[in-house]
């Protein structure tokens, strides 16, 4: 699947449910005539998604195996074990939901054996339970899996069906699209045109469910950093891997504290309805979503990097400042993070709080932190400065 899935390259998040006039949104993509602009709005001011999306995907877990027994179970399992409170509000159906074929007037068909009652009674259960739900497609003539239609040349058609159906979030793929270019310049990365149809565009190639792929993803999103705000998000480093069991404990730590820092949509891609304590205390780590969901919305860089170890770091709101230090190296070194490289004046008086080990250090830091890291692990705080 991944040799398709690859080009996956922009997540539109729309709450075309709403109210908003959904087929506007859509026809953008492929009527570029100067009236079409008059009545064009970017996405980044339809006042959704001004901190990073957080829900549940079915992809990474259960890729074409997903049914509708299976979004209800999950959803049920995000309200019980508390999850939702946290902010993990989506429920996101990725793809193979539908028929391979249309309906004579060309609506999209839920599979009839996976989703027998069809997305519009799935969408209502979901929202009875204070969630909301995401739909998949793709710009193409079949989606990733070729296993299901894409929206090319249906586009304002089934954005309507969307609508109609109470879809909150649409994750649009971008296989099998014969070349069609989605904007006027089409060769560029989406991250430089995303904010103009979506909250959220993919920066990498799929993950896979291990160390390496994970920290390639965030190598590859890092690079555009500066393109991330309120609004419009690095989506993909792609879908959280947590709890799948590719990685170990520290493996996962790190992979969900890159993704918090870095403010991308988290998004977790396990079986909820069967999810071990360690993963539970990783995902619900409210300290760490914390500093994802900070409404200043700058996303983290790599400030040093020196042979395996990497200092990562962003501002947030109250002039704080999170700090994640990481050993990539496969032993225990001691880093250390310097005031002058995470834009902390070097003579200040600092309080650290380790938000992994959920407390503040009674040690106070100046002009630098230095921390020992074991192997494939890291250190996540927040910095305050008292002086």
């Known amino acids: 699947m991944g040799i398709y899935r690859w080009v996956s390259l922009i997540i539109m998040l729309l709450m075309i449910g709403n109210g908003r006039c959904s087929s506007k949104l859509h026809k953008h993509k492929h009527h570029h005539h100067p009236s079409s602009y008059s009545y064009r709005r970017f996405l980044l001011s339809n006042a959704l998604a001004l901190t990073p999306p957080m829900g549940w995907n079915s992809w ?157 993803k965030a190598d590859m999103n890092e690079v555009y950093a500066d393109l991330a705000r309120p609004g419009g998000w690095n989506a993909d480093p792609d879908m959280l891997e947590v709890g799948n069991g590719g990685m170990t404990k520290d493996e996962y730590i790190v992979h969900f504290s890159i993704w918090a820092i870095s403010k991308a949509p988290l998004l977790i891609g396990c079986d909820v309805r069967n999810v071990s304590k360690e993963t539970m205390e990783i995902i619900g780590n409210k300290e760490v979503i914390a500093v994802n969901q900070d409404p200043l919305g700058i996303q983290a860089k790599k400030v040093r990097m020196e042979g395996d170890w990497e200092v990562w770091s962003g501002p947030l709101m109250n002039s704080t400042v999170a700090l994640l230090v990481v050993n990539r190296g496969g032993y225990r070194i001691s880093i250390t993070a310097h005031w002058d490289d995470i834009g902390i004046p070097v003579d200040t008086i600092v309080e650290a709080r380790d938000l992994w080990e959920h407390k503040t250090l009674k040690q106070k830091f100046v002009q630098n932190l230095t921390a020992l890291i074991d192997s494939h692990a890291c250190k996540m705080y927040v910095l305050k400065p008292i002086a």
């Open 60 to 216: 990474n877990h259960f890729g074409c195996n997903v049914n509708e027994k299976i979004v209800k179970e999950t959803t049920d399992e995000l309200v019980s074990t508390g999850l939702s409170k946290l902010g993990y509000e989506y429920v996101n159906i990725d793809d193979c939901w539908a028929e391979l074929t249309r309906d004579d007037k060309g609506n999209f068909v839920p599979n009839n054996s996976t989703f027998p009652s069809g997305i519009k009674a799935l969408a209502d259960y979901v929202h009875s339970k204070g969630l909301k739900i995401g739909i998949y497609s793709d710009a193409g003539y079949y989606t990733c899996s070729n296993k299901m239609p894409g929206s090319l040349g249906h586009e304002e058609q089934d954005a309507k069906t969307f609508a109609s159906w109470g879809i909150d979030y649409l994750k649009y793929d971008n296989c099998n699209n014969d070349g069609s270019k989605p904007t006027v310049r089409g060769d560029m990365h989406p991250a430089k045109w995303g904010y103009q149809v979506g909250n959220s565009w993919r920066t990498t190639t799929d993950i896979s469910d291990n160390w390496e792929s994970m920290v390639s």
